[in-house]
Each structure stands twice: as C-alpha cells, then as structure tokens.
C-alpha cells in the first residue's frame, strides 16, 4: 500500500512557541491531504483540506490563523501550530488520497503534541 | 448535518469468538464507506465499499454495505487477541471529506 510519512511523532514544547508538523507522501503524488486531529479515547476529527498549490479548506471551528497549513508540493503538506497553548496538545495525524483504485484515504503515523 | 455512528462503543470477547461492528450514517451525496483498524497510532486500511449487498473478504474480517438502510457492517470470526484494536468506519462525501465515526473499541481476550 500507499505509504505515508509523518515527522515528528512525538514533539513536547513550551506554552507559546510554534510548532511545524511535516506529512509526506513517499511513493505517490498526493494532491489533496487531510489534517485530523484526536483526543484519547475518542474518534478522528477533521481539521482541514490540504490541496496543492492552494489555500487549505478548513472545518467550522478550527482557526485557521493558528492552525497554518501549507502543501507545496505533491508530496508534502505541513501543519504549524503557532502560539501552542497547552489546551493545543492532542494527536495529529495526517493522511493523503491514493486515487485510481477508488478513493482510498493513508494515514501517517501521527504526532503526539505536548504543550507545557 | 451528516454524521457516523457506530456501535457498540466498545466490546470485550474471547479469542475465537465471532462479533459483528455495526456502522450506521445518514449522508448527502455518499460515495463510499470504508473501514479502518487503529491500534497505537495510524489507523490501518481494511475494506472500501460502494455497492450494495457486495460482501468484501480478507481472511477472517467481511465487511458489507447496505445502501438503502444505510448502513455496513464488519465481521471478524475467529477472534485473536491481536484483533484488539479500535475499529473505525468513515464515509467519502461528495465533496471529499472522509468523515469519520466514533468508533468501536474491541479488547479480545486469551
């Protein structure tokens, strides 16, 4: 399958730095990826959009001021946390489309933000 | 508003028994339902379904739609204790988001 690459997997940072979160897709070109973030315990929450070349689509209550989300290339998308706040810490996790055998969603394998 | 739902939330069987995740939604402009397993970190990929009454196989995990009740459902027979996982189903809408549900927690036990 489609592999994903997600750096880093685990980050511990202090209350107002910023914080750069980097998913690549290794062996496909992804246009569109997706941002989701989950809290223990509970299901995946979709924060953004992320399409190449253009301004990522977010969902209704993510800041988008905070939440910056960057897809340069076809095959990287990064996330920056800016000004973490410790109610910031949770798990990100990316994923990108593998198209041509239907629609299917890869995930990296997640960051796990702290904010002390 | 389009939603997932899954039940139960969670569920304790012993190894080799048979259970049955049940995934139900009410969307516009459906496109498919998958399925995913999440164990620590990445959630895995099992089936994508989009017909109806189409039953998708791999070893001891089906999976089948039903677009008309709207809702799927995935078999595991023959449990193992590396079946626990929490188990996820997700919709493609017909604008692309891949919207997922709750989930359903599975602890197998030896």
Redesign the interface.
């Known amino acids: 399958?489609a592999v994903?690459s997600q750096h880093p997997?685990r980050v511990i940072c202090k209350s107002g730095t910023s914080v750069k979160i980097e998913c690549r897709s290794l062996d496909f070109q992804a246009t569109?990826m997706?941002w989701?973030r989950q809290f223990p315990?509970?299901?995946?929450?979709?924060m953004a959009?992320s399409n190449e070349g253009s301004k990522a689509t977010y969902e209704q209550g993510v800041e988008k001021d905070k939440f910056l989300i960057n897809h340069a290339s076809l095959t990287l998308s990064t996330l920056t946390v800016t000004s973490a706040h410790p109610e910031d810490s949770s798990f990100y996790?990316c994923?990108a489309?593998v198209q041509g055998d239907?629609?299917?969603?890869?995930?990296?394998?997640?960051t796990q933000l702290s904010v002390l | 508003e389009d939603k997932v739902v899954q039940s139960p939330l969670s569920l304790v069987v012993h190894e080799g028994d048979t259970v049955t995740l049940n995934c139900s939604y009410e969307v516009t402009n459906f496109r498919s339902l998958l399925w995913y397993k999440q164990e620590k970190k990445a959630p895995t990929f099992l089936f994508m379904l989009t017909s109806s009454g189409i039953e998708k196989k791999s070893g001891r995990l089906s999976s089948i739609l039903d677009k008309k009740e709207l809702f799927s459902i995935l078999n595991i027979t023959a449990t193992q204790t590396g079946d626990s996982a929490v188990y996820l189903c997700a919709y493609l809408s017909g604008t692309y988001k891949y919207i997922f549900g709750t989930g359903t927690r599975l602890k197998v036990l030896a």
Do not use: A, D, H, W
Request: neutral net charge; glycine residues 16%; without cysteine.
């Open positions: 399958g994903v997997s569109t997706f989701y315990k509970q299901s995946l929450m979709l959009t996790i994923s489309e239907g629609e299917k969603l890869f995930f990296g394998s997640g």
